[in-house]
């Protein structure tokens, strides 16, 4: 039972990561996406083509193979290749689907399984959390982008600042309805 629980939890967690990187991609334009800011850290476009290289490596055939394909080329994802927004976002939809299916294809049973990412062991619940640390961290990393892009014409895909109480009150109402 827990097991099934934890599925259903990773799954949900991963469905709002998702979202937060779908509503920033969904308000920049193909140059947007290609910004870097100064220093060369990534851009979105090469933040989307690493999550989506390792989504596709570490879940495709993720019970019988090592999560570290020998197909993928990592190196290149972080080769700027001026993909349009369109191909951008295919890109990181088609990295969700293969994680997304993969996870919902997992039986509680599967949970203690051993799994392996570059010969290195995991049983397959700690594979996940590795995942659950790793995604959350780079769509942090293209909301904040997409912040510094937009600036004031950014909308919060949180609690805006100065509103925390009123978002606490609506929803302490909601509870008691």
């Known amino acids: 039972m827990i097991g099934q629980i934890f599925l259903d939890s990773v799954l949900k967690r991963f469905a709002y990561y998702k979202s937060l990187g779908d ?3 969904a308000v920049l334009s193909s140059e947007q996406l290609h910004w870097q800011p100064e ?5 979105i476009c090469l933040i989307v083509k690493h999550m989506s290289g390792n989504m596709h490596s570490r879940w495709t055939d993720f019970l019988h193979s090592d999560g570290e394909k ?11 290749d001026n ?14 689907k293969c994680m997304l299916d993969a996870i919902s ?3 509680p049973e599967d949970l203690e399984k051993t799994v392996y990412i570059r010969s290195e062991p995991h049983i397959v619940l700690d594979a996940i959390n590795r995942q659950l ?14 912040k510094m892009i937009k600036k004031s014409d950014w909308k919060s895909l949180s609690i805006p600042k100065g509103q925390s109480q009123a978002f606490n009150q609506d929803m302490f109402g909601k509870k008691q309805q």
Do not use: C, K, M
């Open 83 to 96: 993909a349009s927004a369109a191909d951008i976002i295919r890109l990181w939809d088609a990295g969700w």
């Open 70 to 80: 020998p197909w993928r080329n990592r190196d290149v994802e972080f080769e700027d």
């Open 39 to 43: 220093g060369e850290p990534n851009s």
């Open 105 to 107: 294809a997992l039986t």
């Open 23 to 25: 509503q920033t991609l």
């Open 133 to 146: 640390s790793h995604i959350p961290y780079h769509v942090g990393q293209i909301v904040y982008i997409g």
